[in-house]
């Protein structure tokens, strides 16, 4: 074993292996190609080829980082390249951008590996306490990179286990993080243990009996998550009380089309022809009189206000699905500001009263997507860059702004990849949205791992904030998940269609939240 350790410190190549095995471990911890099981291993290598180190040894760690961080990030969001190509952009830009983005997401990396570098040299042997130490450092970096610059907190490593209903289930109190924490906790634990045996020549039937209390650990989670999935699957058949009818709407418009003027009246028509096929579906089955339409992210082809034919079109639906019912209509669309000097990523709730349409309440997108939203540090960018001058922009939203079509039905909207950011999420419900709505545009990812990442993210904002989430996607993935996080409904990428979903809502004020 003494030979193995030495042969180990001395070959600087296998360490980059294990760095490269961390990588691919991680890709594959991730949909849609991964699993579960990976992630609890797949940062063991790393921490194992950064444990090998001998003192002084800061530009290895550099590079057992970037190798980890670089080939794994670039897996997991290949997909903004093709993003690139279909917004019209040369692919080598996409290329640029994922490899800059990855660069970026492996700093946080390797100021971990960093730490943990540090207390081998400091200490030379990894203590429950430092265990838990780094394990909460990985945290605090997976928090920084979902806040600063705009913030992306993309997979982090928590998401990896969105299939994995008992052990989300603590996220209402620490939301994915804690998830994160558990992840990080099992994969230091592995690697420490497997240093004991190869360096410190503890015998394994030692590092057994040390397993079984992490393993017992684990259990004590996944139990606690079975029972809370119960006991909120009970709660939520017993709620009884006013009851909504709800409509998600997928229009599957490809993204060439949805702002070419030629297909306008193509995309009307679309909607059009679903929402009156779900209209007469919920009249014959006399399932509520109580209706909520929910359109997808800039599902209107066009200016809703400003544009006299989209306006009087949605005016005849929206008063079409009031005879027999009382219907909402949620709608994304862009719009302008009060004197057209702004420009609005928004959701506007519609119903038709007193002859007329009703505008009940806007949102206005709060997160915007930099650079393709808005152009972040415009002033300074178009010093160099003279095409940035071109680029228009969005202006964010200022309101956490809580729809309601009663007293005790109150919601929120997220838009597009607002649903990625738990904090900001948890500001909605906190303000008084008793269920959240996710609406998108995810044409742009094609047939990538994208629209199904995208997807996962909106299950643990159902743990963490226990209420039911409701998913309207262009081109999908639409569906429903449970405040137990259970995905009751969902559609299939590129199928035109809706589906009806009838609840009497279910929220609980979470800890997280």
């Not at 096929?277 to 089955?285: C, F, G, L, P, W």
């Amino acid at each position: 074993m003494f030979n193995f350790e030495k042969k180990f410190k001395k070959f600087f190549y296998y360490q980059v292996l294990l760095a490269v095995l961390s990588s691919i471990l991680l890709f594959f911890s991730f949909p849609k190609f991964g699993s579960k099981i990976f992630v609890w291993f797949s940062l063991t290598p790393l921490i194992l080829s950064v444990i090998f180190l001998p003192q002084n040894n800061i530009k290895k760690i550099f590079v057992l980082s970037f190798v980890t961080g670089i080939v794994a990030y670039c897996g997991v969001l290949y997909w903004i390249v093709p993003t690139f190509v279909v917004s019209g952009e040369h692919w080598i830009f996409g290329v640029i951008s994922v490899l800059l983005l990855s660069i970026y997401c492996s700093i946080f990396i390797f100021i971990f590996c960093l730490f943990l570098y540090l207390y081998k040299q400091v200490f030379n042997k990894f203590s429950i306490f430092i265990i838990i130490s780094l394990s909460s450092l990985w945290v605090l970096l997976e928090y920084l990179r979902s806040v600063l610059f705009s913030g992306f907190p993309w997979m982090l490593l928590g998401y990896s286990q969105y299939d994995n209903l008992p052990i989300i289930q603590v996220a209402e109190y620490f939301g994915v993080y804690g998830i994160s924490f558990i992840i990080v906790f099992v994969n230091i634990f592995i690697a420490v243990k497997i240093s004991d045996v190869i360096v410190n020549k503890i015998s394994v039937g030692l590092v057994l009996k040390n397993v079984v209390g992490v393993v017992l650990l684990y259990l004590l989670v996944y139990f606690y998550g079975i029972n809370k999935i119960k006991v909120v699957e009970k709660q939520i058949q017993e709620k009884t009380g006013n009851s909504l009818s709800i409509v998600l709407l997928q229009g599957n418009i490809d993204q060439y089309k949805k702002w070419d003027e030629k297909y306008k009246f193509e995309i009307m028509q679309k909607y059009s022809s679903i929402v009156i096929k779900s209209y007469h579906q919920i009249v014959n089955e006399n399932k509520n009189c109580k209706v909520l339409f929910i359109w997808p992210e800039s599902s209107v082809p066009g200016w809703l206000f400003e544009d006299k034919v989209l306006y009087d079109w949605i005016t005849n639906l929206v008063r079409f699905t009031n005879i027999n019912l009382c219907s909402y209509h949620l709608v994304g669309t862009v719009r302008m500001g009060k004197f057209y000097n702004y420009y609005y990523n928004s959701a506007v709730l519609l119903t038709y009263e007193k002859q007329i349409l009703e505008v009940k309440k806007i949102y206005d997108k709060i997160h915007l997507v930099p650079f393709g939203e808005y152009v972040p540090l415009r002033n300074l960018l178009s010093k160099f860059i003279k095409t940035v001058n071109d680029l228009g922009e969005f202006t964010k939203g200022e309101k956490y702004t809580v729809f309601n079509l009663d007293e005790q039905t109150k919601f929120s909207v997220l838009i597009c990849y607002e649903s990625i950011f738990p904090e900001l999420v948890a500001k909605f419900v906190s303000s008084g949205a008793k269920f959240l709505v996710n609406i998108t545009n995810d044409a742009w990812f094609l047939n990538t791992s994208a629209p199904y990442q995208h997807f996962i993210f909106n299950i643990f904002r159902a743990v963490e904030n226990r209420c039911f989430l409701f998913r309207a996607a262009n081109t999908g993935i639409s569906g429903v998940i449970s405040p137990s996080g259970k995905v009751l409904l969902k559609t299939n990428l590129f199928e035109e269609g809706y589906f009806v979903y009838n609840t009497n809502f279910y929220h609980k004020n979470t800890f997280y939240t």
